[in-house]
């Protein structure tokens, strides 16, 4: 299988492209810019995870080469 294709039929939407950065985001650990906590939670209507220490917003993006 052509690795396009098979790209194609895992990733199909952008939706399942963020699902899968998302998830490999949370295993690797979300470190927070403001004040430097790890505890996160995700604001599914924003898209973003949010300090649980001081509310600090952290994108999908933030902190890889996407930024």
Known sequence: MD??????????SEQ??????????EKAG???????GHAHYWLKG????QCK??????SLRSGTLME
Not at 16 to 25: D, L, N, P, T
Not at 46 to 49: A, D, G, P, T, V
Request: net charge positive.
């Open 3 to 12: 690795s396009i294709t098979a790209f194609m039929e895992n990733y199909n």
């Open 16 to 25: 399942a492209c963020r699902e899968k950065f998302k998830a490999v985001r």
């Open 30 to 36: 979300i470190t927070c810019k403001g004040c430097g």
């Open 46 to 49: 924003k898209q973003m995870w």
């Open 53 to 58: 220490f001081c509310s600090f917003r952290t």
